[in-house]
């Protein structure tokens, strides 16, 4: 009997197909050697800080912390990366790993479109065939990141299967990555999936803590006393966090899409109103009804809409050490145009959800203490989606 | 010897899939009833579920039209009750790792030792996550069915030993579906399996055709057909039952020649 592996606490593992089995294994063995391999780490710091543009900025959002009154309000900008997000600092590593690992052929599921951007710039620029999967209702939701995708070269399949949205997506990337192995290398996009991808895409994502930690030690002279982000599955959260869970004193608080209301049907707010269950390689907390059948999810942001949730989230909620809050899209919606008028940054509506609950949290905090909020990403993207959810049609 | 390991005894076995419930349940009991008079060796019955990331579009519609109908994992449990009034060939369950889970994997063994389900198939749990399904199983008499796919290489062996019922080829890479040709070496496969067990091996995957069904069965010990049989339901609805029959018989004949 083989030890299961990549649990984090119950959670974890590592169900999918016998024929993924040994592309997975393969997967794990280069990363276990290129993690600690100096030329590859140094071919990703040059192409994270000289083509991703990364440190990103730590930016004291100074308006926005007198105008709640509060705690100072720090925005991690991760916006500002080449490509519009924090998908690309997980899309570099994994693609120069597959190119390392001789594959020449790069396929992933999106949502938002940011990560399938990310994956297609990545392709791109490493002059890898590109094949990116996207929920038909997410392509017309975020129809501008598919002329993004198809511009840089790759192939934009819309999956019609289930509810049409991103866990579709993320099912028909396995069942290709199951017809085609040899060649083929799925760039997943958060810490999700099978072992080893949420350690994998975890340790790129981490970077954005790693900067965040050294830079409010320097800006402040002390940790923060809460890391804010959201989260879907969960990658620039984790991100967000990571380096600071040693740290007791930070609070760590992931917000999830709530949609319509946690106590509505129309919700994607996994860790409030999931439980324990086994999807897409993973033992989480997942949306589901009594049989265990998959839930629709639901929520205004399509790179949030998703029923499950990375397993280290699930087990830093089991342990206590990270919270999870739901945020419903009207908040979001409000905290997407606080932003922008008050900082003068267009957050992506995923973004927006932790800045919603950022916005709750700094009054109740005194002056002296400090939030570090994640900006996973710009809202450009989102603009039109906004437009149309106040009644405004800018005829995109 | 378990039921399973008996039904391969008298040859080259046939394992037909279902999927329960599709288009509903009062349909698939004629449809099984239909395969076991038609020499169908052991039944896998499918219990739909939302997402089946391992199947082809025929099987993923068949599970939606089954789950749009109202089936649920308590209904086919009761349907299997009724089943074994008057079957008694071998039913395997094929499901997911989440319908067990979330039914309680402990409750739902035991329901199948009581109903009279004789194994369990779950394509998303590989030998590395086997041990939280399968002790369980053990306890209730219910194999936990191993597969092996054409990319399994140094896997086989260790897979092979501790296999029971029987042990399900995947003939290609890819999901469940019909396929013109199958080009895995297959009895390479089965030489490595024979050398670690006597569990009985049966194919998988892309079977649509006698030809096909007789060629795999030739270096096996059995042929499965899902989506072909799936197809037929679909195309014939209510009225499926005598197509899928003689569909059986004339695979049946393929595999025994």
Same mark, same amino acid.
């Given at each position: 009997?083989?030890?299961?592996?990549?649990?984090?606490?119950?959670?974890?593992?590592?169900?999918?197909?016998?024929?993924?089995?040994?592309?997975?294994?393969?997967?794990?063995?280069?990363?276990?050697?290129?993690?600690?391999?100096?030329?590859?780490?140094?071919?990703?710091?040059?192409?994270?800080?000289?083509?991703?543009?990364?440190?990103?900025?730590?930016?004291?959002?100074?308006?926005?912390?007198?105008?709640?009154?509060?705690?100072?309000?720090?925005?991690?900008?991760?916006?500002?990366?080449?490509?519009?997000? !924090?998908?690309?600092?997980?899309?570099?590593?994994?693609?120069?790993?597959?190119?390392? +690992?001789?594959?020449?052929?790069?396929?992933?599921?999106?949502?938002?479109?940011? $990560?399938?951007?990310?994956?297609?710039?990545?392709?791109?620029?490493?002059? +890898?065939?590109?094949?990116?999967? +996207?929920?038909?209702?997410?392509?017309?939701?975020?129809?501008?990141?598919?002329?993004?995708?198809?511009?840089?070269?790759?192939?934009?399949?819309?999956?019609?299967?289930?509810?049409?949205?991103?866990?579709?997506?993320?099912?028909?990337?396995?069942?290709?990555?199951?017809?085609?192995?040899?060649?083929?290398?799925?760039?997943?996009?958060?810490? +999700?999936?099978?072992?080893?991808?949420?350690?994998?895409?975890?340790?790129?994502?981490?970077?954005?803590?790693?900067?965040?930690?050294?830079?409010?030690?320097?800006?402040?002279?002390?940790?923060?006393?809460?890391?804010?982000?959201?989260?879907?599955?969960?990658?620039?959260?984790?991100?967000?966090?990571?380096?600071?869970?040693?740290?007791?004193?930070?609070?760590?608080?992931?917000?999830?899409?709530?949609?319509?209301?946690?106590?509505?049907?129309?919700?994607?707010?996994?860790?409030?109103?999931?439980?324990?269950?086994?999807?897409?390689?993973?033992?989480?907390?997942?949306?589901?009804?009594?049989?265990?059948?998959?839930?629709?999810?639901?929520?205004?942001?399509?790179?949030?809409?998703?029923?499950?949730?990375?397993?280290? !989230?699930? $087990?830093?909620?089991?342990?206590?050490?990270?919270?999870?809050?739901?945020?419903?899209?009207?908040?979001?919606?409000?905290?997407?145009?606080?932003?922008?008028?008050?900082?003068?940054?267009?957050?992506?509506?995923?973004?927006?959800?932790?800045?919603?609950?950022?916005?709750?949290?700094?009054?109740?905090?005194?002056?002296?203490?400090?939030?570090?909020?994640?900006?996973?990403?710009?809202?450009?993207?989102?603009?039109?989606?906004?437009?149309?959810?106040?009644?405004?049609?800018?005829?995109? | 010897?378990?039921?399973?390991?008996?039904? *391969?005894?008298?040859?080259?076995?046939?394992?037909?899939?279902?999927?329960?419930?599709?288009?509903?349940?009062?349909?698939? =009991?004629?449809?099984?009833?239909?395969?076991?008079?038609?020499?169908?060796?052991?039944?896998?019955?499918?219990?739909?579920?939302?997402?089946?990331?391992?199947?082809?579009?025929?099987?993923?519609?068949?599970?939606?039209?089954?789950?749009?109908?109202?089936?649920?994992?308590?209904?086919?449990?009761? *349907?299997?009750?009724?089943?074994?009034?008057?079957?008694? @060939?071998?039913?395997?369950?094929?499901?997911?790792?989440?319908?067990?889970?979330?039914?309680?994997?402990?409750?739902?063994?035991?329901?199948?030792?009581?109903?009279?389900?004789?194994?369990?198939?779950?394509?998303?749990?590989? *030998?590395?996550?086997?041990?939280?399904?399968?002790?369980?199983?053990?306890?209730?008499?219910?194999?936990?069915?191993?597969?092996?796919?054409?990319?399994?290489?140094?896997?086989?062996?260790?897979?092979?030993?501790?296999?029971?019922?029987?042990?399900?080829?995947?003939?290609?890479?890819?999901?469940?579906?019909?396929?013109?040709?199958?080009?895995?070496?297959?009895?390479?496969?089965?030489?490595?399996?024979?050398?670690?067990?006597?569990?009985?091996?049966?194919?998988? *995957?892309? @079977?649509?055709?006698?030809?096909?069904?007789?060629?795999?069965?030739?270096?096996?010990?059995?042929?499965?057909? =899902?989506?072909?049989?799936?197809?037929?339901?679909?195309?014939?609805?209510?009225?499926?039952?005598?197509?899928?029959?003689?569909?059986?018989?004339?695979?049946?004949?393929?595999?025994?020649?």
């Amino acid at each position: 009997m083989a030890d299961p592996k990549g649990r984090f606490g119950i959670h974890g593992g590592q169900y999918i197909p016998e024929t993924l089995m040994n592309a997975v294994n393969e997967l794990e063995k280069a990363y276990d050697f290129y993690k600690n391999d100096e030329e590859f780490n140094n071919e990703l710091t040059d192409l994270l800080n000289n083509y991703a543009g990364r440190p990103s900025l730590l930016y004291y959002a100074e308006r926005m912390t007198k105008d709640l009154g509060g705690a100072k309000i720090y925005l991690k900008r991760e916006d500002l990366n080449h490509t519009g997000a !924090h998908k690309v600092n997980n899309v570099l590593g994994q693609a120069l790993l597959a190119k390392k +690992m001789g594959k020449t052929r790069l396929i992933a599921e999106t949502g938002a479109g940011q $990560h399938g951007v990310a994956t297609a710039t990545a392709a791109a620029l490493f002059n +890898m065939e590109c094949v990116i999967f +996207m929920g038909e209702k997410d392509t017309q939701r975020q129809a501008l990141n598919v002329y993004r995708m198809k511009l840089l070269g790759a192939e934009v399949v819309p999956v019609k299967s289930g509810t049409a949205t991103l866990k579709d997506a993320v099912s028909e990337c396995m069942r290709e990555w199951v017809s085609r192995i040899d060649d083929t290398h799925y760039c997943l996009g958060s810490v +999700m999936g099978p072992h080893p991808f949420p350690t994998i895409v975890r340790d790129f994502q981490a970077v954005i803590s790693r900067e965040s930690r050294e830079q409010i030690l320097k800006a402040e002279g002390r940790l923060p006393d809460a890391v804010v982000a959201c989260v879907g599955g969960g990658s620039n959260a984790i991100g967000s966090f990571y380096h600071y869970i040693p740290d007791k004193d930070v609070r760590l608080i992931g917000c999830e899409a709530a949609g319509r209301g946690i106590d509505t049907f129309e919700t994607a707010a996994t860790v409030n109103t999931g439980k324990l269950g086994i999807f897409h390689g993973m033992k989480s907390y997942f949306c589901q009804d009594e049989y265990g059948q998959i839930a629709p999810v639901y929520s205004i942001s399509a790179g949030l809409d998703y029923p499950g949730v990375g397993p280290e !989230h699930a $087990h830093l909620y089991d342990i206590g050490r990270a919270e999870y809050v739901p945020v419903t899209d009207d908040e979001a919606v409000e905290a997407f145009e606080y932003l922008s008028r008050m900082e003068g940054i267009i957050p992506a509506i995923e973004s927006a959800h932790a800045v919603a609950y950022a916005m709750k949290l700094a009054p109740t905090m005194s002056k002296d203490r400090i939030i570090v909020l994640t900006i996973s990403g710009r809202g450009d993207k989102d603009c039109a989606a906004i437009a149309r959810y106040r009644g405004v049609d800018i005829n995109e | 010897m378990s039921k399973i390991r008996e039904a *391969f005894k008298n040859g080259k076995a046939f394992i037909p899939f279902i999927t329960c419930g599709d288009p509903d349940l009062e349909t698939t =009991g004629k449809v099984v009833r239909a395969a076991a008079e038609n020499g169908a060796d052991i039944i896998e019955l499918g219990i739909p579920f939302s997402d089946p990331t391992a199947e082809g579009p025929v099987i993923q519609a068949a599970s939606l039209r089954a789950l749009q109908g109202g089936v649920t994992t308590d209904k086919i449990f009761d *349907f299997v009750v009724e089943l074994r009034k008057d079957v008694s @060939i071998p039913l395997v369950f094929m499901t997911y790792a989440n319908v067990v889970f979330s039914y309680g994997t402990e409750r739902f063994m035991k329901k199948c030792k009581e109903v009279g389900i004789d194994g369990i198939i779950l394509p998303d749990v590989p *030998f590395e996550e086997k041990e939280e399904f399968d002790s369980v199983a053990r306890n209730y008499g219910v194999d936990m069915i191993s597969l092996i796919a054409p990319t399994s290489a140094d896997r086989i062996a260790m897979i092979a030993k501790e296999a029971s019922g029987f042990i399900y080829i995947v003939s290609s890479l890819g999901v469940t579906g019909v396929r013109s040709e199958i080009t895995t070496d297959i009895s390479e496969i089965v030489k490595v399996i024979r050398a670690n067990t006597d569990v009985p091996c049966a194919v998988g *995957f892309g @079977i649509s055709t006698p030809e096909q069904a007789a060629k795999m069965a030739s270096v096996s010990d059995g042929a499965i057909v =899902g989506s072909a049989i799936v197809k037929l339901i679909g195309e014939h609805g209510k009225n499926a039952a005598d197509y899928v029959g003689s569909f059986v018989n004339s695979m049946k004949t393929a595999v025994i020649k």
